[in-house]
C-alpha cells in the first residue's frame, strides 16, 4: 500500500515560492509515475503537474514557466517547487500516485492521495 505524506504548505505574498515535499512510503521495489494536483473550495480538483516514470514532465498552463515537479533518485520524496506564486494559486495541493508507467493531469488514473497541504497566497 503507497502512502503520501504532504508538508510546506504556507502562506506568502505574491511573487513569493514555495516547496512543498511529499514523503512517498510503499512504492520501493514498483516504479509508479507521481502527480501534485491542487482544489479549491466549490471546484475539482484540478491537475498542476505529472512526472513519468521515464522522467517526463507534464505541466498544467497555469503552472507552466513557475512550477517544477521533480523527486529523489530513490522516489522516497516528491517535490513542487512553487515560484511566482499569485492569489490564484491558493489552494489545498495533493500528492499523488499510481503504479503506472505515465499518469498525466487527469485524475482517474491516481489511486493513491496524501491529505493534502494548504497553500495561501496574498496580495
Known amino acids: 500500500q503507497v502512502q503520501l505524506v504532504e508538508s510546506g504548505g504556507a502562506s506568502v505574498q505574491s511573487g513569493g515560492s514555495l516547496r512543498l515535499s511529499c514523503e512517498t512510503s510503499g512504492n520501493r521495489y514498483t516504479k509508479h509515475c507521481m502527480g501534485w494536483f491542487r482544489q479549491t473550495p466549490g471546484k475539482e480538483r484540478e491537475g498542476v503537474a505529472s512526472?513519468?516514470?521515464?522522467?517526463?514532465?507534464t505541466y498544467a498552463d497555469s503552472a507552466k514557466g513557475r512550477f517544477a515537479i521533480s523527486q529523489e533518485p530513490d522516489g522516497s520524496t516528491l517535490y513542487l517547487q512553487m515560484n511566482n506564486l499569485q492569489p490564484e494559486d491558493t489552494a489545498m495541493y495533493y500528492c499523488?500516485?499510481?503504479?503506472?508507467?505515465?499518469?498525466?493531469?487527469?485524475?482517474?488514473?491516481?489511486?493513491?492521495w496524501g491529505r493534502g497541504a494548504q497553500d495561501t497566497v496574498s496580495s
Open positions: 499523488t500516485g499510481a503504479r503506472l508507467y505515465r499518469c498525466g493531469l487527469s485524475a482517474g488514473p491516481y489511486p493513491y
Open positions: 512526472l513519468d516514470v521515464d522522467g517526463t514532465t
